[in-house]
C-alpha cells in the first residue's frame, strides 16, 4: 500500500482527458487517480461545451488531424443516434475523416472517449474516482511531507502525491456584468443571442470574432442558398440597423482552412530535441529564433516548394514576415477571403496542401515547447514580427464560417476597420464602449457603440492571476522570466518600461506572461528549483513559456512530456 501513488487531475476537459490516458495506458497499475471536474461531464471541456459553444459553432479541425484517442471519430459517429445527427444535419454514410464537426457534437465525441477510458482504468485495475460539480479553489505544497493538499469547494481537502492542474480556459471579468452592452469574451455564447437594431462593435477578427459572429449573425438575419450553391444573408424586420465592425490592429482577417499534408504538426525535417539541446549548450543556453527559422521552416520548404524557398531563401525573419504582411496589406481583406477560398477549394479538392502555411502552423507548434529557451529579444521579436502572421495564418477559418463572412459582407452588414496599436476601449457608464483609434488618414477616431464584444482570445495571463494563492504565498510558483542576451537590451527594455529585474549577477530579465515551468511542464519555484509535485497544463497561466497552445494537439504533446516525468 505504500508504494501505491495518489494523483489527483485538477479538470475533466480535453486536457484532463489525454492525462488520464496516459495514466491508463502507462502500464502502471499501483495508482489512485481523482479528477475534479467544475461541470456535470468529462472531456468536453469549455470549447466543445455550452461554456463555449452553441449548436451554429463548428470545430477547425477534423477527423484526420485529431490526435488518436480510443475510438476515431469515423467510428464514432456510426454509434451516434440519429436524431443526434439530424439535429447536426450528419449523414453517417457521407462522413470522412476530412469532414469538420459541430463543436458541441465533438464534445459528446470528447466524452465518449472518456467513458471508455474510464472501463478501460477498471478492467486494467486502476482504482480512480471522478469528482463533478466540483471546483478546486486552492492547492498547497507541504514540502516536508512531500504531499499537495488540494482544497475543492472552499472546504473540502484532499491529499495527492501528485497533482496535475488542467482548469482550462479563463476569461477574467473587467466590465462584464456591470456595464451593459459590454462582453469581455463571447462566452458562453448563449449570452449573444440577442436581437440588436444598432451596430456592434468586436475586438479582433480571430477564431474568437468568428464565433461571436455565428451567433449574433443568426439572431438578427437569415442565410439562404440559390439553387447554384451561393450563399446569400438578409436582415430580420426587427434589426435594420444591425451591423458586425470588426476593429483589428493589423486589418486583416485569418486565413481559410485549406488541406494539410501532416495533419498532426509534425514533420520528419524538424531539428530533434537532441538537435535543438546541441544548439542551446553551444549559444550560451540560448535557443536562437534565427535557427529555428532556418530549420524548421525554410529547410522543409526547400524540398516541398523550390519556387516559393528561392524567393525566401536569403530572407530573415523580419523580412520574410514583412513581405507575407505586404501582400496581405495591399489587398482589400475581404477580397483576399474570397481569393484565399477558393485556393483553400482546390488544395481540400486536390488533397494538396499550400505548403509555406502548413509550415507556419509547424513552425509555431515546434517553437512552442522550447521557446523558454529563447532570449529575451528573441521572444520580443517573435511577438513583434512572427506571431501576428502566425496568428492570422493559422487560425484556419473553416469554410462555412468563409461562406458565411462573405455573404454578410455582400449584403453590407460586416466591415473591418484596422484600428492599430495605439487603440483602446472606454467602457461606458451609461452601457456599451467609445472605440478610440486613429484611422488609415491619421485622424483620431472616437465611436460609440451600445454593443461591445472583446473577440482577441484567450488572453496569456499574468503571474497575479494564478488562482491557487496557496501557492503563491508559498512561493511554490514564480513569474516566468527570460534572460536578456545583452545587459544593453535589457537596459532599454527597462529604459521603455517593461517589467525587467536585475539579478545579484547584474544579468538582466524580461518577465513574461504566467508562471515558470520546466521541460516537462512542472512548476518552478522562487529560488529556480522544479517541484516534482505539481504540473500544469492550464494554458492561460503558462503562455510566457508556451506563446502557442494548439488545442488538442498540445493536450496530446504536453501530457507526454508530463507521464515520462510523472511515472520516472
Known sequence: MENIKHIGILGGGPSGLFMFKRLIESGTTDLVIKIFERKNKLGAGMPYSSEGAN?????????????????????WIKSVPKDTLDKFHIDPLRFNEYKVLPRLLFGQYLTAQFELLKKMASKNGIDYQVYYKTEVTDITDVPAQKKIIVEINGKEQFEFDQVIICTGHKWPDKHEGKVPGFFDSPYPPVKLALKLDHPVAIKGSSLTAVDAIRTLARHNGTFDKDNNGNLSYQLLDHSPNFKLV?????????????????????????????????????????LSLDYIFENDFKLPIKEKEPEFYEKIKDMNLEEFVDAMMELRERLDPFQLLKAEYAEAEKSISRKKSVYWKEM?????????????????????????????????????????????????YEAGVLELIPVGDDSHIEAMDEGGATYHYTDEAG????????????????????????????????????????????????QKALAHGKEVTVDQNEDYYLKVSGIAIND????????????????????PYIGGYNPDYSGLDFSEAASAAIIKQLLA
Request: hydrophobic letters at 40%; proline letters at 4%.
Open 246 to 286: 470588426l476593429h483589428t490592429r493589423n486589418g486583416m482577417l485569418p486565413a481559410v482552412r485549406f488541406h494539410l499534408e501532416d495533419s498532426h504538426l509534425s514533420n520528419d525535417s524538424l531539428l530533434t530535441k537532441e538537435e535543438i539541446a546541441e544548439h542551446i549548450a553551444s549559444n550560451h543556453g540560448f
Open 520 to 539: 516537462h511542464f512542472q512548476v518552478v519555484d522562487s529560488y529556480g528549483a522544479l517541484n516534482d509535485r505539481i504540473y500544469i497544463m492550464a494554458v
Open 443 to 490: 485622424k483620431e477616431q472616437s465611436v460609440y457603440f451600445n454593443t461591445y464584444v472583446d473577440c482577441v482570445g484567450q488572453p496569456h495571463l499574468a503571474f497575479e492571476d494564478f488562482p491557487f494563492k496557496s501557492l503563491v504565498s508559498g512561493r511554490t510558483v514564480s513569474p516566468a522570466k527570460l534572460k536578456f542576451r545583452s545587459a544593453e537590451e535589457g
Open 55 to 75: 449548436d451554429e459553432h463548428i470545430t477547425n479541425v477534423s477527423s484526420n488531424e485529431i490526435p488518436l484517442l480510443v475510438t476515431s471519430l469515423a467510428d
Open 360 to 408: 507556419l502552423g509547424v513552425l509555431s507548434f515546434a517553437l512552442n515547447y522550447p521557446a523558454k529557451y529563447l532570449s529575451a529579444e528573441d521572444m520580443q521579436r517573435l511577438h513583434k514580427s512572427l506571431t501576428p502572421l502566425i496568428s492570422i495564418v493559422i487560425a484556419y477559418i473553416p469554410q462555412s464560417s468563409s461562406e458565411e463572412m462573405l455573404a454578410m
